[in-house]
């Protein structure tokens, strides 16, 4: 028997039809009633209206189309497969278990001139008459540059391997306090010395707080006086050798993401890049093939 509520139903049924195929006329008529450049003009508001307004949709757009941006997202993307047990995480068990990293590059080889530009007059930390020395490619605002510092990888890499370390300056473009905290790890070394300055990489990876007034705190309490760091990075004096070491990371080596991590050995030149925030065993993989 045919009830009261099924036709209701039925009804409702009949509306909702009427009103997509309304509104799925609505659109065709837009787009053939308009030319193109009116379409994509409209498009492009209705994008913007989505994360409010046009001007954060021009930095979305910049922050894209940065090649850095998309090597960072594809280390999240590994760290989170690791974390499940997915790809990553397979793939660092085989690692292991044949004793290949397929995070490292095949080793290749520097010129003697090319080592003294990397490594000449270069703060050390570690053993300093290790043949191999590891140079760290940094963001102080990058997440994985601060879980590599403060998870003890380095701190195990020297101890292990009886190397030695430097770190160098990577700010990503779109981390807005990496610049300026790259140039004060600089400031700190030219006014506080070799120890100064890897204390200072220590205490703002530890505070994860990159900021100006945070930095110029960390410089004063290692010694440095704050009147001298405010002046030297105000000054933007340190601006161009982290655009130099930005420079060397990327022509010299490849790195396009950080932490970039570049094992040298001094004696032979021979040299691996090992990218992202890696564990032990990849480096002391790496480590094995230019000994």
Do not use: W
């Amino acid at each position: 028997m045919f009830k009261k509520n099924d036709y209701n139903h039925e009804k409702l049924t009949i509306a909702v039809i009427f009103s997509v195929i309304a509104a799925a006329f609505s659109v065709a008529g837009f787009f053939f009633n308009n030319t193109e450049e009116q379409v994509l003009k409209a498009l492009n508001t209705m994008e913007a209206y989505k994360v409010g307004g046009q001007a954060n949709r021009e930095k979305l757009k910049k922050l894209y189309s940065d090649p850095n941006f998309a090597t960072t997202q594809g280390q999240g993307i590994d760290q989170a497969l690791e974390s499940m047990g997915g790809a990553a995480a397979n793939n660092n068990a085989a690692d292991n278990n044949n004793g290949a990293d397929t995070t490292a590059t095949t080793s290749k080889t520097l010129s003697p001139e090319q080592i003294a530009s990397v490594l000449d007059n270069k703060p050390l930390q570690g053993n300093k008459d290790s043949d191999i020395v590891l140079v760290e490619y940094t963001d102080f605002e990058c997440p994985f540059c601060q879980t590599h510092f403060t998870n003890g990888t380095v701190a195990s890499i020297i101890s292990s391997e009886k190397i030695a370390t430097t770190t160098k300056q990577f700010p990503l473009s779109f981390h807005p306090l990496a610049q300026k905290s790259a140039e004060g790890s600089l400031c700190v070394l030219e006014l506080g010395g070799e120890e100064a300055f890897f204390e200072y990489i220590d205490k703002v990876f530890t505070s994860k707080d990159p900021s100006v007034a945070n930095i110029t705190a960390i410089a004063k309490e290692i010694g440095v006086k704050d009147t001298e760091f405010t002046e030297c990075l105000n000054s933007n004096k340190t601006a161009a050798q982290v655009a130099a070491d930005m420079k060397e990371g990327q022509s010299l080596f490849g790195v396009n993401g950080t932490p970039g991590n570049v094992l040298i050995n001094k004696k032979t030149g021979k040299y691996v890049v090992v990218s992202g925030a890696q564990p032990l065993t990849a480096f002391q993989s790496a480590i094995a093939q230019i000994k």
